[in-house]
Nanobody, 133 residues
């Protein structure tokens, strides 16, 4: 059973930086595909960033150049470094894992709403990020 727990969400001002963490437990292996998703109030969940089992990185267009996903395989921790934050980045950020490898990450990074469930089997509870102008 895989468990994921996010941390690091808080309130900050536009232009600031935050680093989110997602700690995995249970049968979570370093080769898993992992990703970050977010859902703003009144909007669909959307993919933010994905790292596949080979270490390839995929980003949503809205965060390219500002967010960086990384994974510490030894510690089973997934990170999301968020720089140059904007008010529109305000959302609940959730991490997800898929075994044994990603299912079509190039399509997954464009997934929204319930379609995101097609690509990842395990989900955390989320951590709130609020960016004020």
């Amino acid at each position: 059973h895989v468990q994921l727990m996010e941390s690091g969400g808080t309130s900050t001002q536009a232009g600031g930086s935050l680093r989110l963490s997602c700690e995995g437990s249970g049968y979570l292996y370093a080769t898993y595909c992992m990703g970050w998703f977010r859902q703003a109030a009144g909007k669909e969940r959307e993919a933010v960033a994905i790292v596949d089992s080979d270490g390839r990185l995929f980003y949503a267009d809205s965060v390219k150049g500002r967010f960086t996903i990384s994974k510490d395989n030894a510690q089973r921790i997934l990170y999301l470094q968020m720089d140059s934050l904007k008010p529109e980045d305000t959302a609940m950020y959730v991490c997800a894992a898929q075994a044994p490898s990603c299912v079509d990450p190039m399509t997954a990074i464009q997934a929204r709403g319930r379609h995101t469930l097609r690509f990842f089997a395990h989900w955390g509870q989320g951590t709130q990020v609020t960016v004020s102008p």
